[in-house]
C-alpha cells in the first residue's frame, strides 16, 4: 500500500510539473492545489443533451476506475463537475473546449457537443487517484480533420468489436475519421462474387458502426477504390474484361463496363454512410497504358488517360453531393493536369517515409488551388514491428508542414501489406499521428513519449514507452549491419539450413546478441510492470509478441553460427565418437538447438493465432499460419536429417560434409 501510495503521489507531483495528456493542449496553466474525487461525485450536464450526457457517462467511468468513488450524473451546474455551453468564447470554434479547475469545482465549457466531448477527454486523462490538479486550459484544434485509416483488404479484416475499439480510442485522441480501405472485402449484394465469405463487411455491420462511430463524434469514410488495387476483383473471370492487362490489377478505362460497375458499387455503399467524404483511392496505377489503353496512351499520355478517368469518376459520383478524396500520388507525376480536376476535390498526398521535407507532396496541389490532406503512416507494413524511426519523423514533419500550407486535415494510415500485421502493435504511432493533427505546429515527440504511458496505459511511470523503444531499436541495429529493418523480406523467414539465407544470419552476427538483449529486455519491462496498466493492459500483449519474435531473429543467427561450428568440430575428429557425439547432442538431443528452433516456432504461432483472433476474424488467418507451419517443418526436417547422420555414424564412423545437412557456414 505504502508503494502504490508513493506511485500515485510521485505521478502527481509530475503531473504537476506538465500534465501527462495527449494531445497537448494549446494553452495550459497550473495552478496549486486540486480537487479531490471523494465518494458521490456529482457530473451536472447543463444542457441535459444526451451527447454531452453520453460524455459524462465516459468521465464518470474514468473516475471510477481510478477512485473507485461512485459517480453521479445529473442536470443543472451545482455538481462538482460541470459540463456547460452557456458563455463559451467564439474562438473555441465547433470543437474546442475550456477547463476550469480547482479545489472546489471543475467546469467544461465548450460551443457544441463535440467541444463538450473533446474536453471531457483531455479532463479523463487528468483524473488521478488523488483527485484533478487545479488548471485552466483553453484549446481547439489546427486540423478540422484528422483521421485514422485502416486496411481491410490485405490480410486481416477485424471484427465488428475490435473496429469499435479502434474509433472509441481515436476518439479519445480528438480523431474524428474513421475510414475503411477496401479493395474486395465487402458483401455486395449487387455483385455478390467480390466479397470473400468470412472476410467482408456487411450492410448491417456497416449499420451498425457507423451509428456507433456518431457517438463518438466520428465520421466513417468508405474507400472503396475506383482505378487500382483490384485485382481480387479482376481475378474473377466475370470482372477479368475489365483489365487493364490480364488478370491484374488496375480497372480498363477503354472498357465502358468499367464505369457501369463503380457507379453500381458506390449505389449500393453510400447511403450506408451519412459522412462528408468518399474516397475513391486511385493510386498506384502501374499497368495502365499497358494494356486496353496502350493506343490511347500512346496518343494522349498515360497523365491525360488518368485524369479523364478521374473526371468520370467524379461525375458518376456527383449527385451524392459528397467530397470525393482521392491518393494524390498519380496526379503528382502529372501536374499540368491538375487544373482539370474539379475544385472541390480533395487529394491526399501520402508520403511514408522520414524526410526533411515534404514540399514536394504538398506545394503543388495547394498551387492549383485544390484542397489537401496530408497522409502520412505508421510504418508497420511489411514488418515484425512498426518502425518508429521512421513512422515518428515522417508524421511530424508531414503533418507541421501541412498545417502551415493550409491542408485541411491529417489522414495517418496503417496498410497490412503481407498480410499478417495486429493493429494492436501501432497505437503508439497512431496516437502520436492524432496529437500531431490536433496540436498546433511542431508536435513535440519527447513530450508525447512521456505522456504516453499515462494517457494511453494509466501507468504512472515510464516502463512501457520504454519497452516500445526498445522492439524499435532493433530496426536500427539490424540497419547497421546492412540488412534493412526488421522487414519480412530481410528477416523474418531466414534458413539457417539454406546456404543462401544463412548469408543473411551470419551478416546479422555483429548485432544478433544486441538484437535479443533489447527484445528481452523489452519483454522484461512490459512483464514485470503490466500490473501498473489500468486501461488497455491486453494490448501489451501484442507487443510482447513482437519482442519475443524479434528475440527469435537473433536466436537463429546465434544459433546457426553455433550449429555450423558444432558439426564442422564433430566432421574434424570423426575419429573420436566422444567428440562426436558431444556435437550432435547438442544440436539433437531433447535440450537441443534444433529442439529450441522447433519449441519456439510453435510457441509463436499459438500465440499468433490468439492474438489474431482478438482483433481479426478467422478469414485469411490460414495463409498466415502455413508460414509458421513451414518455419517448423524447417526445424523438423533438420531434426531428422541430424538424427539419420548421427544413426549412420554408429554404423560407419563417417559423417557427412557440412554442406549435406545444411550447416556449412557462408563463403
Known amino acids: 500500500m505504502k508503494y502504490i501510495l508513493a506511485v500515485c503521489l510521485a505521478a502527481s507531483a509530475a503531473m504537476a510539473a506538465d500534465l501527462r495528456v495527449i494531445p497537448y493542449p494549446r494553452n495550459v496553466e497550473l495552478h496549486d492545489g486540486r480537487m479531490a474525487l471523494r465518494s ?23 473516475i471510477t476506475s481510478a477512485t473507485k468513488s461512485k459517480v453521479k450524473i445529473g442536470g443543472g451546474s451545482g455538481g462538482q463537475i460541470v459540463l456547460t455551453r452557456k458563455d463559451a468564447s467564439a474562438e473555441l470554434g465547433d470543437e474546442g473546449y475550456r477547463i476550469e479547475s480547482s479545489a472546489k469545482q471543475v467546469r467544461i465549457t465548450a460551443r457544441t457537443a463535440a467541444g463538450i466531448f473533446y474536453g471531457v477527454q483531455t479532463l479523463r486523462q487528468m483524473v488521478e487517484p488523488t483527485g484533478i490538479p487545479a488548471a485552466t486550459i ?11 485509416h485502416d486496411d481491410l483488404s490485405r490480410g486481416p479484416v477485424p471484427t465488428t468489436d475490435y473496429i469499435k475499439r479502434q474509433i472509441r480510442t481515436a476518439a479519445e485522441y480528438k480523431i474524428n475519421l474513421y475510414s475503411f480501405y477496401i479493395e474486395h472485402t465487402y458483401a455486395y449484394k449487387s455483385e455478390p462474387l467480390i466479397g470473400p465469405p468470412g472476410g467482408s463487411l456487411t450492410e448491417d455491420e456497416v449499420k451498425e458502426l457507423v451509428k456507433y462511430a456518431r457517438q463518438f463524434h466520428v465520421d466513417i469514410v468508405p474507400e472503396q477504390q475506383t482505378f487500382g488495387h483490384l485485382h481480387h476483383v479482376l481475378k474473377l473471370e466475370k470482372y477479368a474484361p ?18 457501369d460497375f463503380i457507379k453500381e458499387l458506390y449505389a449500393e455503399i453510400v447511403p450506408l454512410y451519412p459522412g462528408p467524404f468518399l474516397h475513391v483511392g486511385g493510386d498506384e496505377t502501374a499497368e495502365l497504358g499497358q494494356g486496353q489503353t496502350k493506343e490511347l496512351a500512346d496518343r494522349e499520355g498515360v497523365g491525360r488517360v488518368y485524369f479523364d478517368h478521374m473526371k468520370k469518376v467524379s461525375e458518376i459520383l ?31 498526398s501520402w508520403g511514408y517515409n522520414a524526410a526533411p521535407s515534404f514540399t514536394r507532396q504538398i506545394k503543388p496541389f495547394r498551387d492549383a488551388g485544390l484542397d489537401l490532406m496530408v497522409c502520412p503512416g505508421v510504418n508497420n507494413w511489411n514488418r515484425i514491428f512498426p518502425n518508429l524511426d521512421q513512422a515518428i519523423p515522417n508524421i511530424r514533419v508531414f503533418t507541421r508542414e501541412g498545417q502551415a500550407a493550409g491542408a485541411i486535415g491529417q489522414f495517418n494510415t496503417t496498410w497490412d501489406d503481407w498480410g499478417d500485421a495486429l493493429f494492436s502493435m501501432t497505437w503508439y504511432p497512431v496516437i502520436y499521428g492524432a496529437a500531431a493533427a490536433w496540436q498546433q505546429g511542431d508536435s513535440d515527440s519527447e513530450r508525447f513519449r512521456a505522456a504516453f504511458d499515462w494517457s494511453f496505459f494509466r501507468n504512472p511511470g515510464d516502463e512501457f514507452s520504454r519497452a516500445i523503444w526498445k522492439i524499435n531499436s532493433v530496426h536500427g541495429l539490424l540497419i547497421s549491419a546492412r540488412l534493412g ?20 544470419l551470419e551478416q546479422m552476427l555483429p548485432v544478433a546478441s544486441q538484437i535479443r538483449l533489447n527484445s528481452e529486455e523489452a519483454i522484461e519491462l512490459i512483464e514485470k510492470n503490466r500490473s501498473k496498466a489500468r486501461r488497455n493492459a491486453d494490448l501489451l500483449d501484442a507487443h510482447v509478441f513482437a519482442a519475443r519474435r524479434l528475440d527469435y ?34 544440436l539433437n538431443s531433447v535440450n537441443g538447438l534444433l529442439q529450441d528452433g522447433r519449441d519456439a516456432t510453435t510457441a509463436l504461432a499459438a500465440e499468433y493465432r490468439r492474438l489474431w483472433l482478438a482483433e481479426n476474424r478467422p478469414y485469411w488467418l490460414g ?12 526445424w523438423l526436417e533438420e531434426i531428422d536429417t541430424i538424427r539419420r547422420a548421427a544413426a549412420a555414424y554408429r554404423t560407419n564412423r563417417i559423417l557427412p560434409p557440412a554442406e549435406a545437412v545444411g550447416l556449412k557456414t557462408a563463403p
Not at 447543463?46 to 465516459?58: I, V, Y
Not at 529493418?485 to 543473411?504: Q, T
Open 318 to 348: 456527383a449527385p451524392y453531393k459528397k467530397r470525393l478524396m482521392f491518393w494524390g500520388d498519380i496526379a503528382l507525376n502529372h501536374p499540368e493536369f491538375l487544373k482539370d480536376l474539379p475544385k472541390d476535390i480533395i487529394v491526399m
Open 242 to 259: 475489365m483489365a487493364e492487362t490480364p488478370y491484374g490489377h488496375v480497372l480498363s478505362p477503354a472498357n465502358p463496363k468499367t464505369y
Open 40 to 62: 458521490g461525485v456529482t457530473i451536472s450536464v447543463a444542457s441535459n443533451d444526451p451527447e454531452d450526457r453520453f460524455a459524462a457517462s465516459l468521465l464518470a467511468e474514468e
Open 623 to 634: 495463409n498466415v499460419m502455413i508460414l509458421y507451419d513451414r518455419e517448423a517443418r524447417m
Open 485 to 504: 529493418d526488421a522487414n519480412y523480406n530481410n528477416v523474418a523467414w531466414l534458413n539457417p539450413f539454406d546456404a543462401g539465407e544463412r548469408k543473411n
Open 553 to 586: 531473429v537473433g536466436m537463429k543467427s546465434l544459433y546457426a553460427k553455433v550449429m555450423a561450428d558444432a558439426w564442422q568440430d564433430a566432421y574434424a575428429n570423426q575419429d573420436t565418437p566422444a567428440r562426436v557425439n558431444r556435437a550432435t547432442s547438442k
Open 138 to 148: 483553453t484549446d481547439w484544434p489546427a486540423m478540422r480533420w484528422r483521421g485514422l
